[in-house]
């Protein structure tokens, strides 16, 4: 066996697939990983990995108890288990990590997937958000081995802390998404123009309720919502309204080959993210990958790095503003543009091969490699 290397997040374990891709990858490098997590009582089953893990269930489920709660128990956890390197993935996974780190002289890995302080959760509430930033500016500038999801977010810590995290997007594998069920097979309408929405992070600031919204204005369309969030429950009320209702499908959160072949019947991705906090402006949503690999032009909020993506590849467009009246507008115009719609299929062809993991995973080998 490899040198044992634990990867520790706070979040569930299945459907967070940029952790999955790394653990993948220093698997395939001879390293042995174990995986921790919580397990939720929402949680689907873990299916078969190459790689241990270990799903923690907690007396707490959200706030400051549920926090504190994992948090101890992974500093327990590391403090009584051998380990040769730790993978921290974001913020409220720091401070065990660090603490072990120091307490047994081993090397840590810091994996941040967002701008954490910046978060809508956290902005609205300056006493939580300043015991974050305080946790972070405490930590940051000793750590060694930094990697963030986009160049924007590695310019923000930058700027903060003086280090520039390594940058490591949340690309899929490359893979031909084939679609082993049909619009028939997964209760999908056959005549209709489907838009899809999906994500873990379905959340408020995201645009959803605004897309819903716009339904009452779209003939010819469904709109697929595929996945879990805060704001699922409001969807699934406003979806009722006169005007949408019959409009708007909701689907759980799916293992992710299931997801994608939801996916790859559809025919527009959205990435609808608003600019009101740090952390959406600059957002790279996994979505944005997950629709490039199956073949679907998207639609997004006109964001920096999301912009980039889209403009680079020619692969989409952009809402002129989150009112739901002026969605609609540009997804009826996309709809009645046929040309359009073939030629973003023809350059997705490219970008999907162009923008996978196999290519951005080459830094992770890199930054590992001197541990094997």
Same mark, same amino acid.
């Not at 997964?186 to 605004?210: A, C, T, V, Y």
């Not at 409009?247 to 997801?259: A, C, G, R, S």
């Given at each position: ?17 940029? !952790? ?9 490098? /001879?390293?042995?990983?174990? @995986? ?10 873990? *299916? ?11 007396? $707490? ?15 327990? $956890?590391? @403090? $009584?288990?051998?380990? *040769? ?29 967002? &701008? +954490? ?22 930590? $940051? ?24 995290? &390594?940058?490591?997007? #949340?690309?899929?594998?490359?893979? =031909? !998404? ?18 899809? @929405? ?17 339904? =009452?204005? %779209? ?11 805060? !704001?699922? *429950? ?14 708007? %499908? ?27 906090? @740090? ?9 944005? +990958? ?18 980039? %993506? ?5 692969? /989409? ?16 115009? %996309?709809?009645?543009?046929? =040309? ?13 091969? *162009?923008?996978?993991?196999? #290519? ?6 890199? !930054? ?5």
């Amino acid at each position: 066996m490899g040198k044992r290397i634990i990867v520790s997040v706070i979040n569930d374990l299945v459907t967070d697939q940029r !952790v999955h891709k790394t653990c993948l990858t220093l698997t395939r490098m /001879g390293f042995n990983v174990l @995986l921790v997590g919580r397990k939720l009582a929402t949680s689907l089953p873990m *299916d078969n990995r190459p790689y241990a893990s270990r799903r923690m269930k907690l007396i $707490f489920s959200k706030g400051f108890p549920f926090y504190a709660e994992y948090n101890l128990r992974l500093f327990l $956890f590391l @403090l $009584f288990h051998k380990f *040769d390197v730790l993978t921290s993935n974001d913020l409220d996974t720091l401070l065990p990590n660090y603490l072990v780190s120091k307490i047994k002289n081993k090397p840590l890995v810091y994996d941040s997937h967002e &701008y +954490f302080t910046e978060v809508p959760e956290l902005v609205n509430r300056p006493g939580v958000q300043k015991v974050w930033k305080r946790i972070e500016s405490h930590i $940051f500038p000793k750590l060694k081995e930094v990697f963030t999801i986009n160049d924007s977010i590695a310019h923000l810590f930058e700027k903060d802390y003086g280090i520039r995290p &390594y940058v490591v997007r #949340n690309i899929p594998f490359k893979k =031909e !998404v084939i679609q082993k069920k049909s619009r028939k097979d997964l209760g999908l309408p056959e005549d209709k123009f489907i838009l899809i @929405l999906q994500g873990s992070g379905i959340n408020i600031q995201r645009g959803s309720e605004e897309m819903v919204e716009a339904m =009452e204005f %779209i003939e010819g369309a469904i709109l697929l919502i595929v996945g879990s969030g805060d !704001v699922i *429950d409001t969807l699934k009320t406003m979806a009722e309204k006169e005007g949408i209702k019959g409009k708007v %499908i909701f689907k759980p959160k799916q293992l992710y080959e299931d997801l994608m072949q939801y996916t790859a019947n559809t025919d527009l991705g959205l990435t609808l993210d608003k600019d009101t906090n @740090l952390n959406y402006r600059y957002s790279l949503p996994n979505k944005l +990958f997950d629709y490039i690999q199956a073949g679907i032009p998207v639609l997004a909020s006109n964001l920096p790095e999301i912009r980039k %993506i889209i403009e680079q590849y020619n692969i /989409g467009d952009f809402i002129p503003s989150h009112q739901p009246k002026e969605i609609a507008k540009k997804i009826t115009e %996309i709809m009645g543009n046929t =040309e359009q719609l073939k030629s973003w299929k023809r350059y997705l062809t490219f970008a999907a091969n *162009d923008l996978t993991w196999e #290519n951005e995973s080459e830094i992770i080998k890199k !930054v590992y490699s001197k541990y094997v």
